[in-house]
């Protein structure tokens, strides 16, 4: 089993910045994507990003050019860097990771979701 715990959410002006961190633990040996979705009140979660365990990512359209996914495999951790934040980026953001081989997003295992409010 692997285990998700993500941090760095919280209130942020639009045009600001954050950091969210997802650790993960447990049987990760064998997990391959990391990454991040969310989502917004009455809409269906999203990809908001993923990346491989070699680094290759995969960034959403509406994202790409202020949010950036690194990860760093000694700390089996994940990071989401997100700038010019907009008020439409505010939602629940969800750490994911899977197993499968190859370019392919994770959605096996999940985080319990961090909160992320955009004021205008």
């Known amino acids: 089993q692997v285990q998700l715990v993500e941090s760095g959410g919280g209130l942020v002006q639009a045009g600001g910045s954050l950091r969210l961190s997802c650790a993960a633990s447990g049987s990760i040996s064998s997990i391959n994507a990391m990454g991040w979705y969310r989502q917004a009140p009455g809409k269906e979660r999203e990809l908001v990003a993923f990346i491989t365990r070699s680094g290759s990512t995969n960034h959403a359209d509406s994202v790409k050019g202020r949010f950036a996914i690194s990860r760093d495999n000694a700390k089996n951790t994940v990071y989401l860097e997100m700038n010019s934040l907009k008020p439409e980026d505010t939602a629940v953001y969800y750490c994911?990771?899977?197993?499968?081989?190859?370019?392919?997003?994770?959605?096996?295992?999940w985080g319990q979701g961090t909160q992320v409010t955009v004021s205008s």
């Open positions: 994911a990771a899977g197993r499968q081989s190859g370019y392919i997003r994770p959605n096996q295992y």
